[in-house]
């Protein structure tokens, strides 16, 4: 007798398992997608490992803001949030923050892609000074996904991050405070990895056309 099996759906996706921290030790992001599904529809776990010393190490802030519930477990904490806490913020929500105690944390964050339409998100740069919101990137399912994608989908939040980082990064004036005139720092995207994310990405798919080709012929 044939038995079904759950990997027998039109969507070619089959179940999939890994262990968060084995994937943390790989991953070129925070908020790296565990699994390769972020098409339309898709359930995202992600993953994040962030550490703090306590000594004013620039982790860099930020709002996200998407039209989803994304939902966090904390795998493994110390500081301020515990290890097994299960919460959903709101749909606009702070994100990182430099820390004068000391922390570290491995969380799974566990966002979707609408099944259509778009999928509106945004990333706010704050005044270090006095928080007013200094720039505001908007994105949406297209970021990451236009053009030649060979296959590959990317989470549209990695790549509107790493362009709202780039951005805030090479022009003074987006990190200029309209409310108080101070100059935040850059953005330290090197503690994020968005940019390896989209990197590696492009040249991925790159290669899966070059694989492809080769083996065609
Ligand atoms: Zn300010």
Redesign the pocket.
């Known amino acids: 007798m044939m038995k079904a099996t759950v990997s027998d759906t039109s969507t070619g996706k089959v179940p999939l398992k890994i262990n968060v921290f084995q994937f943390v030790q790989t991953a070129n992001a925070q908020l790296a997608p565990m699994f390769p599904y972020t098409d339309p529809g898709a359930i995202v776990p992600c993953a994040a490992a962030f550490e703090s010393d306590g000594k004013g190490t620039h982790i860099g802030y930020f709002v996200h803001e998407n039209v989803v519930d994304e939902i966090v477990i904390n795998y493994a904490n110390t500081g301020r949030m515990r290890t097994g806490d299960v919460y959903v913020g709101p749909k606009e929500h702070g994100v990182g923050g430099d820390s004068d105690e000391a922390y570290f944390a491995v969380q799974v964050i566990t966002q979707r892609q609408l099944e259509e339409g778009e999928q509106s998100e945004a990333m706010a740069f704050n005044?270090e000074?006095?928080g007013?919101e200094v720039y505001r990137y908007r994105y949406d399912e297209t970021e990451g996904n236009v053009g030649e994608i060979a296959g590959l989908s990317a989470l549209p939040t990695i790549f509107g991050s790493n362009s709202f980082a780039l951005n805030v990064n090479a022009n003074e004036d987006l990190r200029t405070?309209k409310?108080?005139g101070?100059v935040s720092r850059p953005f330290p995207l090197h503690i994020w990895g968005w940019y390896d994310y989209a990197f590696r990405t492009n040249v991925a798919r790159k290669a899966v056309e070059e694989f492809e080709g080769a083996i065609a012929s």
């Open positions: 005044c000074n006095c007013t405070c409310s108080c101070h």
